[in-house]
């Protein structure tokens, strides 16, 4: 235990620290629960999509593969460099209990069919469209994964400062707050003792 | 903001049909290399790999997404399918919350 001085002054102080530490149990304690429940709820989500991303995206490779079998290299490598489309994204920062992360607005902007007909085959044409679905999907994915990681992170951050509350500094505030009472008490009754014995000396004179 | 993909020929040029820049990788060093440039490079916002190329470049891959840094990292299977890399999402809530599920 640190060096204490044995006081009211004292003793007021650390009844305060002591209040405040419970209070601020209280609500980390509180905010760590609505975070793993929020966390779990963002899991759930990320599994799912992840899921549905991975089947769709194994769609577009087959069916892609199969397109591409059936050109010659060439035109195959011809009608990628023809594309048209244009990514934008647009970033904007969330605040989730605390938890900040990116969130992107998508938007594609151009025609994804813009090559001949001659040469591709209607293979190509459903890979480009179930992976122009899948690409909305991916950015909605990418920003969950983020807010699960920040949130793991945020966390284990929450969990260390509760069990520090609740483990070291509440029972050490305790024990100095009884060590100080004690220490007091024990000033009062031997200066009790000693006014009993001034008195009894005043007496016999 | 731009979106990057890496990974193999065939992912990147998939991905480049939707519009978007890509880099084909096709060995761990490379991938690094790429990975490292991106991670430096302020102007990309997303950056889809392949299951491959976040097993090779796992420690930059990791580094990126523990950090506050705003670029966002997904990992997409390749044509293969789907391979185990690196930390799954159990490994998260494991250490997070402290459950299995």
């Known amino acids: ?205 | 903001m731009k979106t990057v993909v890496i990974g193999d020929k065939h992912t990147v040029l998939l991905f480049s049909f939707a519009g978007i820049e890509g880099r084909v990788v096709d060995n761990e060093q490379h991938a690094i290399e790429q990975v490292k440039e991106i991670r430096k490079d302020k102007e990309y916002g997303l950056m889809i790999v392949t299951e491959r190329v976040a097993q090779w470049a796992y420690i930059w891959i990791n580094k990126t997404r523990f950090s506050k840094s705003n670029l966002l990292i997904v990992e997409v299977p390749d044509k293969n399918g789907h391979i185990e890399t690196g930390k799954s999402l159990s490994d998260f809530i494991r250490e997070a919350v402290g459950i299995r599920i």
């Open chain 1, 1 to 205: 235990m640190q060096k204490i001085n044995p006081n009211r002054m004292e003793l007021s102080n650390q009844k305060k620290k002591l209040k405040v530490a419970v209070r601020g149990h209280k609500l980390l304690k509180d905010k760590q629960d609505a975070l793993i429940k929020m966390f779990l709820e963002k899991v759930h989500q990320v599994r799912a999509l992840r899921a549905e991303i991975e089947k769709e995206l194994q769609a577009a490779y087959a069916s892609f593969l199969i397109a591409r079998s059936g050109m010659d290299k060439f035109t195959g490598d011809s009608i990628f460099l023809a594309s048209s489309v244009a990514v934008q994204l647009m970033r904007n920062l969330v605040n989730n209990m605390g938890v900040n992360s990116p969130t992107f607005e998508f938007a594609q902007q151009g025609n994804l069919h813009a090559y001949g007909l001659v040469g591709t085959s209607g293979e190509l044409d459903t890979a480009l469209e179930i992976f122009s679905g899948v690409l909305q999907k991916l950015v909605k994915l990418s920003e969950l994964e983020k807010m699960v990681e920040m949130m793991a992170l945020e966390i284990e951050k929450t969990r260390r400062r509760v069990n520090a509350l609740e483990y070291r500094l509440i029972p050490e505030t305790n024990e100095i707050i009884r060590f100080i009472k004690m220490k007091l008490d024990e000033m009062e009754r031997s200066n009790l003792s000693r006014l009993m014995k001034v008195k009894d000396i005043v007496r016999k004179e």
